[in-house]
């Protein structure tokens, strides 16, 4: 995807933010290739950026909350600071990624079924976890690193899924 293009379709994703969706449109950067993308402070909310490679790209800052980013390609992405609550992550891979002061989703300690960043199957080997992680409620099946074991094993719901975490080796 050209600069241009890209340009194009988050301005035309600000419109349909500002306008609650009457104009513009919703970013659909659906499998797209932003290897490397400088998309600092982007606000990305709510956009579709399923099996986008994002790879090395520059999140820092960005705005994901709500954005589908299932299947996404953010190894060694820098995500600092960046808004992922109630992102859709599920199976997307996170190697080497930046997570360092990244917003994910406070713990739901009520029961309630409230919607939190969905890491099912997500590849975090070697990715920089911040701590607030730690209240993200859905790992089951992701796979880390082994350096990631003293933090996993003080996660709240480590005992519930435990046998279905991945580690691998440093």
């Known amino acids: 995807m050209t600069p241009a293009e890209l340009k194009k379709i988050l301005t035309a994703h600000k419109i349909w933010l500002e306008t609650d969706g009457k104009e513009g449109e919703r970013a659909n950067l659906t499998n797209a290739n932003l290897l490397g993308a400088n998309l600092i ?19 820092t800052d960005a705005i994901l909350e709500g954005a589908n980013l299932t299947d996404a390609i953010l190894e060694g992405a820098n995500l600092r600071n960046a808004n992922l609550t109630d992102a ?14 990244a917003d994910l989703p406070d ?6 079924d409230l919607p939190d960043a969905d ?5 975090l080997t070697r990715a920089n976890l911040p701590l607030s992680i730690r ?3 859905s ?5 880390f690193s082994t350096e990631a074991l003293p933090w996993l094993i003080l996660h ?9 975490v991945q580690i691998a080796g440093g």
């Open 119 to 123: 890491l099912y199957r997500a590849n």
């Open 156 to 164: 709240p719901k480590w005992a519930e899924w435990k046998d279905t």
């Open 135 to 137: 209240d993200c409620w």
């Open 41 to 59: 402070r982007a606000n990305l909310f709510g956009a579709d950026l399923e099996g986008a490679n994002l790879s090395y790209a520059n999140l």
């Open 107 to 112: 713990a739901d300690l009520t029961g309630a």
């Open 139 to 143: 790992f089951r099946r992701a796979k």
């Open 88 to 101: 859709y992550l599920r199976s997307a891979n996170l190697t080497r990624a930046d997570l360092t002061g």
